[in-house]
């Protein structure tokens, strides 16, 4: 499904394929160090039908993904369904941000399956109609 549409006036943000250590898991192995997890987000974003002009106009991606580094940083994660909601409550914390779809994958968590994990999507309630 489509995140841009000009008729909502959306801009689809992405950032693909994030791949950072985290500290997630419910096993006592996972608690003792970090394995891989592979992040996506998709935004719906609000766009004024023009090109932007500067940087403060647009969400930054780069300001984006150093926050969801410091997540991660911050300590260990039970569940890849409670980390996906926490990135979406970071994006969403920009009121430009409409909708946040959040992929998070861990690619080590079992043997000859490339990553297991969970895409969530949420709607920002002070924007949402």
């Given at each position: 499904?489509p995140?841009?549409d000009?008729?909502?006036?959306?801009?689809?943000?992405?950032?693909?394929?994030?791949?950072?250590?985290?500290?997630?898991?419910i096993?006592?192995h996972?608690?003792?160090?970090?394995?891989?997890?592979?992040?996506?987000?998709?935004?719906?974003?609000v766009?004024?039908?023009?090109?932007?002009a500067?940087?403060?106009?647009?969400v930054?991606?780069?300001?984006?993904?150093?926050?969801?580094?410091?997540?991660?940083?911050?300590?260990?994660?039970?569940?890849?369904?409670?980390?996906?909601?926490?990135?979406?409550?970071?994006?969403?914390?920009?009121?430009?941000?409409?909708?946040?779809?959040?992929?998070?994958?861990?690619?080590?968590?079992?043997?000859?399956?490339?990553?297991?994990?969970?895409?969530?999507?949420?709607?920002?309630?002070?924007t949402?109609?």
């Amino acid at each position: 499904m489509p995140i841009a549409d000009a008729r909502k006036g959306l801009r689809h943000l992405l950032v693909h394929d994030l791949v950072l250590p985290a500290r997630i898991g419910i096993h006592s192995h996972e608690h003792q160090t970090d394995q891989r997890v592979r992040i996506s987000l998709d935004l719906g974003v609000v766009d004024s039908g023009r090109a932007p002009a500067a940087l403060a106009e647009v969400v930054d991606y780069e300001a984006l993904t150093k926050r969801v580094r410091g997540l991660l940083g911050a300590g260990h994660v039970e569940l890849v369904e409670q980390l996906a909601d926490r990135i979406a409550r970071l994006c969403l914390e920009d009121p430009r941000v409409r909708s946040a779809r959040v992929r998070v994958e861990k690619l080590d968590a079992l043997a000859n399956v490339a990553a297991v994990g969970v895409e969530i999507e949420r709607l920002n309630p002070r924007t949402s109609p």
